[in-house]
């Protein structure tokens, strides 16, 4: 999670119980509310198989004061 095109959080690649790879983690990031922006990148080593699709590519993001 970059904030400000700058690294903030990590979130490490893991595996869940049924077979499939994915990335799974939470960061708090404090952002200002007028210029502040965060964006998320995924990368994939070579010779791994990519899959993004409406059922499987998700992000959830939260409002906490």
């Known amino acids: 999670i970059y904030k400000n095109?700058?690294?903030s959080k990590?979130?490490?690649l893991s595996?869940?119980?049924y077979g499939?790879?994915?990335a799974y983690g939470s960061?708090?990031?404090y952002l200002n509310g007028i210029e502040?922006?965060?964006q998320i990148y995924g990368r994939i080593n070579s010779g791994?198989?990519?899959e993004a699709s409406q059922s499987s590519t998700y992000?959830?993001?939260a409002f906490v004061r």
Do not use: F, K
Request: charged share 10%; proline share 4%; net charge negative.
């Open 10 to 12: 990590t979130i490490a």
């Open 5 to 7: 095109g700058i690294l």
């Open 15 to 17: 595996e869940p119980n």
């Open 48 to 50: 791994q198989a990519l």
């Open 59 to 61: 992000v959830d993001i």
């Open 20 to 22: 499939t790879y994915g």
């Open 27 to 29: 960061g708090l990031v």
């Open 36 to 38: 502040d922006y965060i």
